[in-house]
């Protein structure tokens, strides 16, 4: 059983994202609408775990207006017109963190809200040199205000205090571990 779309009603756009309020039948066959988030020319997003040779990976801290908080994340970002989702993970590396990778290595996608958003993202995981730990330049005009360089024990204790709770982060993380198995 599955929904069903009876119509597709636009009822919001900017230049990056488009609100849908379908009307639809539910798996019962009753009708109702159905709100859905979908990117608006990009077709989703990359994400990229910064991993120094000693496998600390990097977090930014980044102020998020819709949770009204501040919370640890990887750099992420949408490709541009015409952009590969490799290209849009070493750009968004270059422009939240200012950092250069030497490897990328595409570990999966994941679908960041499957209730509401429609957007896949791809995640990687970028291998940097050691010297690259010093040469973070945080991106401001993103809001993200802050970074910690943090191996994986640190990291499960930050998710186990709830430190750590967007859950792309929590995704990509899984992915990077089934790599590394």
């Given at each position: 059983m599955r929904f069903s779309r009876v119509r597709e009603r636009l009822v919001y756009q900017t230049?990056?994202?488009?609100v849908y309020d379908d009307e639809v039948l539910h798996p019962d066959g009753t009708p109702g609408t159905y709100t859905r988030i979908v990117p608006n020319g990009a077709p989703g997003g990359?994400?990229?775990i910064p991993r120094l040779p000693d496998g600390r990976v990097l977090l930014l801290r980044a102020n998020r207006y819709p949770v009204g908080a501040d919370v640890w994340e990887f750099p992420r970002?949408?490709?541009?017109?015409?952009e590969t989702f490799e290209h849009a993970a070493r750009r968004e590396?270059?422009?939240e963190a200012g950092l250069r990778t030497r490897r990328l290595t595409f570990i999966g996608h994941c679908y960041p809200d499957t209730g509401i958003l429609?957007?896949?993202h791809s995640v990687f995981l970028a291998d940097l040199a050691a010297d690259q730990e010093g040469k973070v330049k945080l991106d401001a005009s993103e809001a993200i205000i802050g970074h910690r360089w943090l191996h994986q024990g640190e990291i499960g204790s930050l998710i186990r205090a709830g430190d750590i709770v967007d859950g792309t982060v929590l995704?990509?993380?899984m992915l990077m571990q089934l790599l590394e198995k």
């Open positions: 230049p990056w994202t488009l990359a994400h990229i970002g949408a490709p541009h017109a015409g590396l270059g422009e429609g957007s896949k995704a990509d993380l």
